[in-house]
């Protein structure tokens, strides 16, 4: 990079939905009292938060960006740039911008940022939110189904993307073997993850392998189509949740205007970028695009899949989280399920993926999720995470951040500086 670009810190708000004690549905006794915060409360959160955390002077940011999906159909409202400015009075008439890539969008938000750093800028502000609990989960997945090929795959099943994934998992599994026990794996880590996270979705749901491992009526198969519906289970599944993520970006100049060191942020090494048509699927069983920006990522960085501590991937499905260890480098193809099945990726094992829950555990509000990401993986390298912090201090990190279907994968490298 031209420039050193770090990350300072950063803030997420409760990620809710149903399932999660302080939601507002039916069965709630607080339901038609009151309502679930909105897109412009649940921003603010963040935002204020993320300034709180970091001790960064509002009036010091230059710029903003922030990842949402479809918050014109879920919130009826677009124009999301000029709703960042709006969360704070410092941020008035600065230059805000949205970035959109589906569920890439807060990792989009990100890159921007570190583009923005090289190229002269010193504190930027970057965001992501998404509220989705306010529509009924079959009108919701058509609105998350725009990020697939809508036109060619909306007619696979109603909820389209679990239908994706249940494809790929098909077909992953009998290339490879692979058994719903180790799949379910993945389940059994993020919730008991998301059971040491007191923000996560899921903080308050348990899940075991019995259940986590095989269809039942506890854990029901949900898809109308009847090839794939035997491979998506509930717990396969991540949440559909409201959130909101916030985090301050800066150069070397930003930081000592903020009277700090690089000792006290995370060095952001370098990131990978890809882009895969819309119109074509590849091969099921692997992630070409997120390898491809993976290893542009580990280039930029001038590190290997083995250098890296602590992992936070894109687990919109469990399949998804084992084709993430390969794409990453971290498993030979067909092989994640080993790294789950020995305990690998546990908080306590030697490479800890998903601390906090992921996206099935912590939840997906799906333009905040790139930029959570970011900010777990600062409190681990930081040693700031609690209950799920990983017993070893962690150097080296990387985050992947997918968007659809495979099709935009953001993945960036992170390392403490001693």
């Known amino acids: 990079m031209s420039r050193r670009v770090f990350l300072v810190g950063g803030a997420n708000t409760p990620f809710i939905g149903k399932g999660h004690p ?33 001790g960064v002077d509002p009036e010091r940011i230059d710029k903003g960006y922030i990842g949402n999906f479809v918050g014109e159909l879920f919130s009826k409202q677009g124009h999301l740039g000029a709703a960042l400015a709006g969360s704070h009075p410092a941020l008035a008439g600065k230059p805000m911008t949205r970035t959109e890539g589906a569920c890439a969008s807060g990792g989009l938000a990100l890159l921007c940022a570190i583009d923005a750093v090289r190229a002269g800028f010193d504190t930027i502000l970057v965001a992501g939110v998404e509220i989705q609990t306010n529509e009924s989960a079959r009108v919701g997945a058509d609105y998350l189904a725009r990020a697939s ?38 389940a059994v880590k993020a919730y008991g993850n998301a059971n040491k996270n007191p923000l996560a979705h899921m903080k308050a749901r348990k899940m075991d392998l019995d259940t986590a491992a095989a269809a039942s009526e506890k854990n029901p198969c949900f898809l109308q189509n009847a090839e794939f519906a035997p491979y998506i289970k509930m717990s396969d599944c991540s949440q559909v949740s409201d959130g909101a993520s916030a985090a301050i970006v800066v150069s070397e100049a930003g930081l000592r205007a903020m009277g700090k060191t690089p000792a006290d942020a995370v060095e952001i090494l370098g990131y990978g970028h890809a882009t895969a048509s819309l119109y074509e699927d590849g091969d099921l069983t692997q992630l070409h695009t997120t390898a491809l920006a993976a290893n542009r990522a580990y280039a930029a960085a001038g590190i290997t899949a083995g250098d890296v501590n602590v992992a936070e991937v894109h687990d919109c499905f469990t399949v998804t989280e084992l084709l993430m260890y390969e794409a990453l480098g971290f498993a030979k193809p067909g092989e994640g399920g080993l790294l789950a099945r020995e305990g690998v990726t546990d908080i306590g094992g030697r490479l800890p993926v998903n601390t906090g829950g992921g996206l099935i555990g912590f939840g997906h509000p799906v333009g905040a999720t790139g930029v959570k990401q970011v900010v777990e993986l600062f409190r681990q390298l930081k040693g700031q995470s609690g209950a799920y912090q990983v017993p070893n201090a962690p150097r080296t990190a990387v985050a992947a951040n997918m968007g659809g279907d495979d099709r935009t994968s953001v993945v960036t490298v992170l390392r403490n500086i001693e």
């Open 22 to 54: 302080d939601f507002i549905w039916k069965n709630h006794p607080d339901f038609g009292k009151r309502d679930n915060p909105g897109l412009e409360e649940t921003l603010q959160s963040a935002v204020e938060a993320a300034f709180a955390v970091t």
């Open 149 to 186: 090929h809508y036109k060619r795959q909306r007619g696979i099943d109603d909820f389209t993307f679990p239908a994706l994934f249940g494809r790929r998992t098909k077909v992953y599994r009998e290339r490879y073997g692979v058994s719903e026990e180790d799949i379910g794996r993945v």
